[in-house]
T-cell receptor
Framework: KQEVTQIPAALSVPEGENLVLNCSFT??????LQWFRQDPGKGLTSLLL???SQREQTSGRLNASLDKSSGRSTLYIAASQPGDSATYLC???????????WGAGTKLIIKP | DTGVSQDPRHKITKRGQNVTFRCDPI?????LYWYRQTLGQGPEFLTY????????KSRLLSDRFSAERPKGSFSTLEIQRTEQGDSAMYLC?????????????FGPGTRLLVL
């Protein structure tokens, strides 16, 4: 059974710092891995999607890597801003219908 | 607005009552997913539809839960005889089929509180 873990559960850093969020999964047979952002009272916004054959994806200040063999993904946020404050969730697609198994998220606070 | 919409956004009910939630997907998306998210946890898959066909149901979806998508457009999720443990955020997402199903677009969710 696939299990997804995110560490740390919460993180508070000063504005401008570069930071790394971690996601680990127990079964390397995944179809894809996605990073989402969730703001209070709002739905989930997809940030980056990495297909199983890919190693990383980049969008602006965000970079996500995937190492299937070790069951790990990282989300790197460069030059953090207060607007980056949110909960970041990692989800793995486990079948051809891309059913998602989710981590519990990392709550990120960027202090001005 | 061409995003996924959900109604209502918030629902407070008493234990034992029935509740129904609605999800309107992005118009050209024929896949529709329901998830449940409790406080401090990630979403858990409940069920998904391709057009009007319900193709998969999680074991989390007890017999008190029923989901429909009668015309392959909007979907409803009904919970009968609600219990306090049903209190959660219910999220809906939609996607295109095939490889494009990798990208699921989420609605704002319906927050349910059962007293």
């Amino acid at each position: 059974k696939q299990e997804v873990t995110q560490i740390p559960a919460a993180l508070s850093v000063p504005e401008g710092e570069n930071l790394v969020l971690n996601c680990s999964f127990t079964d390397s047979a995944i179809y894809n891995l996605q990073w989402f952002r969730q703001d209070p009272g709002k739905g989930l916004t997809s940030l980056l999607l990495i297909q199983s054959s890919q190693r990383e994806q980049t969008s602006g200040r965000l970079n996500a890597s995937l190492d299937k063999s070790s069951g790990r993904s990282t989300l790197y946020i460069a030059a953090s801003q207060p607007g980056d404050s949110a909960t970041y969730l990692c989800a793995v697609g486990i079948d051809s219908n891309y059913q998602l198994i989710w981590g519990a998220g990392t709550k990120l606070i960027i202090k001005p | 607005d061409t995003g996924v919409s959900q109604d209502p956004r918030h629902k407070i009910t008493k234990r034992g009552q029935n509740v129904t939630f609605r999800c309107d997907p992005i118009s050209e998306h024929n896949r529709l997913y329901w998830y449940r998210q409790t406080l401090g946890q990630g979403p858990e898959f409940l069920t998904y539809f391709q057009n009007e066909a319900q193709l998969e149901k999680s074991r989390l979806l007890s017999d008190r839960f029923s989901a429909e998508r009668p015309k392959g457009s909007f979907s409803t999720l009904e919970i009968q005889r609600t219990e306090q443990g049903d209190s959660a955020m219910y999220l809906c997402a939609s996607s295109l089929p095939g490889l494009a199903a990798m990208a699921q677009y989420f609605g704002p969710g319906t927050r349910l509180l059962v007293l």
